[in-house]
């Protein structure tokens, strides 16, 4: 018996039923998502371990840590499998490549892992 609850059926409005789908964008985000985190995972799959600190040799043959995260990159010009940064070893600009990590020796890896370029991806 206190206050009055809603207003009583106020105009029964919504009766023209227009089922359009809502926009489609979100699923051209997502097909680009999932894209992203499946190439991940395929180059997981080969050995390789993306997305986060990984070692890369440079053209010279130099070994070090670096991070790696797909499809973004601001410190290196992206070209597909390799790309063009300055390595902390020699001190220098090449193209580096990822190295598997089972093909690195223990020496290489402790050498890697010495050898960080700046934090940022
Ligand atoms: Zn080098």
Redesign the pocket.
Known sequence: MSSPNASPNAMAVGEDETRRPRRRRKGVIAAFVVFSVVSTLIARRRGYNMGGNIVVR?R?G?LFTTIWIPLASFKAIRLGWTRFQR?P??R?W?LVTPVKDSDLTDEERKFAAEHRDVRIP
């Open positions: 440079c010279k130099h390595c070893v020699g220098h090449s």
